[in-house]
């Protein structure tokens, strides 16, 4: 079910240094996109990847780690953990152009 040896690649690395400390401020659509992303994940590999935790108060660091991580080590055995899966790098897009943009934004200000 995951890869054994995971080293990330220098482009994860950055992605994951480039996300907000903080909980991504997303808007509705895409709120919904990664919420369910991450719990069609969980719901079809059986992880609790934040226990406990709201999905609003889970670090951006922390959920695109934990998205890359999965990418990168689940290995899907069935339908319903191949269609989650082919979820996450999508979903890693979508907070990775986010965090560029708050980058930007923050740079200019």
Known sequence: MTKADYIPE????????????????????DHVYVHGCLRQVEAAFGLDAFPGMPFDAISGRALIHRFIVWWRTLEPENAQQAEAHAQLPGAIRLLDTVSAFLEERAGRG
């Open 10 to 29: 220098l482009s994860e690395v950055r992605m994951e240094r480039r996300a907000p400390e903080g909980p991504f401020q997303l808007e509705t659509e």
